[in-house]
């Protein structure tokens, strides 16, 4: 198998990032602006967009605002469009947006079902289809932002589950038949933790009670740093948070017990036990008005670092450590000795 190039560095690549205008993609989008990338900020919020196009340029960079819904192609092709008439190229392409339904499987209506997977899943697939050829020419990355439970089902988010899980799937083969024509592309596929974002306060719900994340809560910005940090260093798969990696682990020991588990918790893990009417504007059709910016509700229970990510990501500090508590007991014998 032929070696991939490597990456541009930050400073030299322009970014393509779809739910850019707040919660996680935000600050993706703000963490590479920040460190000198060309940013393309691409959603339905117009008002949030010219926010953060306004952020992009107050830390130095350039940055693109394209108002789009990504279950449309024609949509998706117009932001690459003008990405490529503005910057010339795209280098890292960010399939980030989302939206959900907090319901019980039976609950959920044929519109909201397809409307969550046009979102989520076809909205992803349009950017891989639009990008494409153009990160071929940049030998460049596609970057999915998927989730932990792309590979655990839990209760009342069958339809995220669903589409997340379709994501992981689809991007496997499409990896490998890239490989298989020795294409320079890289696809990288992100599995988020919880995160304390404003979706939770967005998210059509028929519980009656205002959702939230289940702990442990992390906040957007050390998961963008992650993400970002793939750009230049391309990771097939990329759990993010000790939450995120335990689930994974849990679900390859035992499926049962995780179903164990998730029946005396995945109900009341979810909601923050206070009321929410049902009917309360969401964000599933139509976008709400206002920047929410990055964070959410949860500021107070949430965490600012990943130190298992941080590892994850500089594997040498892993074997390093290993490889120095392995030579403690052999330096305490010849110390003893001396």
Known sequence: MA??????????QVVVITGASYGLGRAIAREAARRGARVVA?????EALDDFVAEAEGLGSQAVAVECDVSSLDDVHRVVEQAIDRFGRIDTFVANQMVTVYAEASELEPDELRRVLDVNFFGSVHGFWAALPHLEESRGTFVQIA???????????????????????????????????????EVVVILPGAINTPQFERSRQKLGLQPQPIPPIYQPEPFAEAVVHTFEHPVRELPLGWGAQKLLWGQKLSPRAGDLVLLRTGWKGQTTGQPKPLGSPDNLFEPMPGDPGAHGLFDDCSRATTLWTSLRLRRWLVGGAAVAAAAAPVVRRLARTR
Not at 165 to 174: D, G, H, I, Q
């Open 147 to 185: 989730s932990a439970l792309s590979y655990r089902g839990i209760p009342l988010q069958a339809a995220y589950c669903s589409s997340k899980a379709a994501l992981r799937t689809f991007f496997e083969s499409a990896r490998t038949e890239l490989e298989k024509h020795g294409s320079p592309v």
């Open 42 to 46: 691409a959603a339905r919020s117009s």
């Open 3 to 12: 070696r991939k190039p490597p990456r541009k560095s930050i400073r030299d």
